[in-house]
């Protein structure tokens, strides 16, 4: 397994790491040369351009995989790889790109017989111990061939039992991948999980926020609760419905701090909520509390609640999304350039 890797932040360098621990082979490059080198000390060949790495990646077809933020800098990167392979090469987008700027671009190398496979990757921080779950769109015979690259990144079935009747179906999605369709369903898939990340997140935060208010002055006396949050959490992961990978995360940022003093409230979004709302509207499909959640985070920017601490303690423990160190707002669609 050869592969090129193009992004060597927080999930790049560990995509990379998760590869060659399963003996792939990675050639990595990034515009900032501490994690090139960071990663040519454990192993990878570093390079200082993407012309360097097309030229040392010597298994035919070569693969490239792109962990770049959505937008202008993966167009650039695209654009220029494109220039650079030949038939049969094949570029993956392991960003959350728009999915119709995937349809655009595998249409735009078509020409040139260069494959364009996009893959939506979910896995955060943790993802180089978990796995990676990967929803991925692209030629048949494309995924195939990437299939021991796939294989290796993804969680494997685990300790997870199995789901019951799932005699005949593709034994890839219990390993934690599926291919989901053409070019872009693989990143429509991964936008419509955020989504819905967005509504759990929502709804966690609201919830502990009414738990927190309980103790209010404006409630009768003998009414009101002095909760502990901590334990709620803790508790709540342990057996109940509505347990989960995040109310795990909210319950080790609660037991580091209960008043969550690190985090102002200030919560971002990148993107993807907003277009699986624009797809909601396309479909007429009714999504109110997908939409709700969208624009809870706009009005966080606004005034700021615990429960909306409480989501950015969470987006820090999955992704590590840092306050004030990403942008105001997700890079303009270059749709409407």
């Avoid at 050869?2 to 790049?12: D, K, S, Y």
């Avoid at 890839?172 to 369709?181: D, K, L, T």
């Avoid at 898939?189 to 002055?217: C, P, T, W």
Wanted: proline share 4%; aromatic share 8%; hydrophobic share 40%.
């Amino acid at each position: 397994m050869q592969l090129g890797v193009i992004g060597l932040g927080r999930m790049g360098s560990n995509i990379a790491r998760r590869l060659m621990r399963a003996g792939g082979h990675c050639i990595v490059f990034d515009t900032n040369r501490a994690p090139r080198e960071a990663l040519r000390r454990e192993g990878a060949v570093a390079v200082a351009s993407l012309d360097e790495m097309v030229q040392g990646l010597t298994e035919r077809p070569r693969a490239i995989w792109l962990m770049l933020p959505a937008g202008q800098v993966t167009e650039d990167a695209v654009a220029e790889l494109g220039k650079q392979l030949e038939a049969g090469d094949i570029i993956i987008d392991g960003g959350n790109t728009y999915y119709r700027d995937d349809i655009r671009r595998a249409k735009t190398l078509a020409g040139k017989g260069v494959r364009y496979v996009d893959c939506g990757t979910s896995g955060g921080v943790w993802g180089l111990e978990r796995g990676y779950c990967l929803m991925i769109g692209g030629p048949k015979e494309a995924v195939e061939h990437l299939d021991p690259i796939f294989a290796a990144l993804a969680p494997g079935q685990g300790s997870i039992p199995r789901t019951p009747d799932r005699q005949n179906r593709d034994p890839r999605a219990e390993h934690g991948y599926i291919h989901a369709g053409p070019v872009g369903a693989g990143h429509f898939v991964k936008m419509v999980h955020n989504g819905v990340e967005y509504g759990l997140m929502q709804a966690y935060a609201e919830g502990f926020d009414i738990l927190r208010n309980r103790d209010s002055a404006d409630l009768a006396e003998d009414e009101r609760f002095s909760l502990d949050l901590t334990d709620i959490a803790e508790v709540w992961r342990r057996g109940s419905v509505i347990s989960s990978w995040l109310l795990d995360l909210a319950a080790t940022a609660l037991a580091k701090d209960a008043g969550l003093s690190e985090f102002s409230g200030y919560v971002q979004d990148s993107g993807e909520g907003r277009w699986t709302v624009e797809a909601a509207l396309e479909e007429a499909v009714p999504a109110d509390v997908l939409s709700a959640a969208l624009f809870a985070r706009f009005r966080s920017r606004r005034e700021h609640t615990f429960g909306e601490k409480l989501l950015s303690a969470m987006r820090f423990g999955f992704g590590g999304h840092i306050e004030g160190v990403e942008p105001i707002d997700p890079e303009p669609d270059p749709r409407s350039s």
